[in-house]
């Protein structure tokens, strides 16, 4: 079937010397992953593997044989072209991050249109604006959402919050975040990308990261901290 559909990149592996395996996150049908045959075989086609960086935002037309096995492109450009993402070390720092993080917590082929439209979105406000500090942050929280592990409401007696039910309490238990730790996460449940500049100090968003890395891994099995997690806390430490 061919498909015209926007995608996100999510990864690209290089396959044998000139072959390109690119997994997207597509408005149309979820999650993807292309064969890009002679990839590396000239300057035409080298020209091309620029569109497949991380988290880049795609307009494509594919053909979606839909049986498990690897897609093929007809058509690729891109749909947004980054001004700064690219060019800004926090943000690239950021994107990478982001892309490790996203490769490792969407794994169903099924279309989620919110998704997508909420992470495009993001991603644009991030390639327009600078005071970027909290947006990995922000993006972890808002995706947990979507993958159905959002943290329960609390009351504001509860100091308390369980990782692994992902609720709030009144009593503290082995699995549960410290008072403050638990104040910080409520604090970050609050914020959007537009009222989050200077919500932290440094030590609290490495705290944050931190909480949330442990959630996501308390809530997806197999679930990976990314390689580049060392350089995301050395470029806003």
Known sequence: MLVKTKAI??????????????????????????????????????????????????EIEAVHKNKGSLEYFKEVKLAHPYYTVNTDIAKTTIVMFLSEMLHHCIREEEKNESLYHFLETALLWLDSHDEIANFHLILMMEVTKFLGFFPQKSDEEDDYFEMTEGVFTQFPSVSCLTANETLLLKRLMTLKLDNSAKSFHVSERQALLKILLDYYAFHLDGFKRPKSLDVLKEVFS
Request: glycine content about 2%; charged content about 25%; some cysteine.
């Open 9 to 58: 990149v999510i990864s690209s592996l290089r396959y044998q010397e000139k072959s390109l395996i690119v997994k997207c996150f597509t408005e149309s049908d979820g999650l993807k992953s292309y064969f890009i045959r002679d990839a590396f075989s000239n300057r035409k086609s080298s020209q091309k593997i620029a569109f497949f960086q991380p988290l880049n935002i795609l």
